[in-house]
């Protein structure tokens, strides 16, 4: 099994600042399997990047992903407040898929 | 527009099974994979499997294997979930989705497993 391991666990951080989110896993993975998703509180998850880097359809390109084999990156340019929120990664190229155990953005 | 609506609210006794359902719209049913995804309380995404809708073919982690069984139904673009010998750790959320990367998700359906 592929584990991601996402850090830091929470990042604090303030509206306008650059957040950079990362993601290393286990063994290499092909990125094009490779994506990112935001959840909120009492909601569903958001596809932001799929490919490593691809944004999803109506996503601001304030988010950008990056990487490849075992080291990823989310990095959302400049935070708004809409942006806190947990992110996850998520693999598809081995079974079973697999998610990070998410990076918490909190305001500071 | 793509919508995925999800089955309501399940309360289930230990060893019972629960079967939740997905309806799709906004697009043709068969042309994307359908991906399942639970949440415990407070906890992180976990994978369930897919199914190819066109074919039927699904695929499932080890973890759950003779457990869960994913079906649909073409004709309603419906599809379907179930989870068997339910203990207290399958209480969570679960979500379907369209697309193996999740471009989509339904509302999510809570299932709570309680004695």
């Known amino acids: 099994e592929i584990v991601l391991t996402q850090s830091p666990g929470t990042l604090s951080l303030s509206p306008g600042e650059r957040a950079t989110l990362s993601c290393r896993a286990s063994?290499?993975?092909?990125?094009?399997?490779l994506a990112w998703y935001q959840q909120k509180p009492g909601q569903t998850p958001r596809l932001l990047i799929f490919?490593?880097?691809i944004r999803a359809t109506g996503i601001p390109d304030r988010f950008s992903g990056s990487g490849s084999g075992t080291d990823f990156t989310l990095t959302i340019s400049r935070l708004e407040p809409d942006d806190f929120a947990v992110y996850y990664c998520?693999?598809?190229?081995?079974?079973?898929?697999?998610f990070g155990q998410g990076t918490k953005l909190e305001i500071k | 527009q793509v919508h995925l609506v999800q089955s309501g609210a399940e309360m289930k006794k230990p060893g019972a099974s629960v079967k939740v359902s997905c309806k799709t719209s906004?697009?043709?049913?068969?042309?994307?994979?359908i991906t399942w995804v639970r949440q415990a309380t407070g906890q992180g995404l976990e994978w369930m499997g897919w199914?190819?809708?066109?074919?039927?073919?699904?695929k499932y982690p080890q973890k759950l294997q003779g457990r869960v069984t994913m079906t649909r139904n073409t004709s309603i673009g419906t599809a379907y979930m179930e989870l068997s010998s339910l203990t207290s750790e399958d209480t969570g959320v679960y979500y379907c989705?369209?697309?193996?990367?999740?471009?989509?998700w339904g509302q999510g359906t809570l299932v709570t497993v309680s004695s």
């Open positions: 989705a369209r697309n193996i990367r999740g471009d989509i």
């Open positions: 906004g697009y043709t049913f068969t042309s994307y994979d």
């Open positions: 199914m190819k809708p066109n074919s039927g073919d699904t």
């Open positions: 063994q290499s993975i092909n990125s094009i399997y």
């Open positions: 490919g490593a880097s």
């Open positions: 998520h693999q598809y190229d081995g079974s079973p898929y697999t």
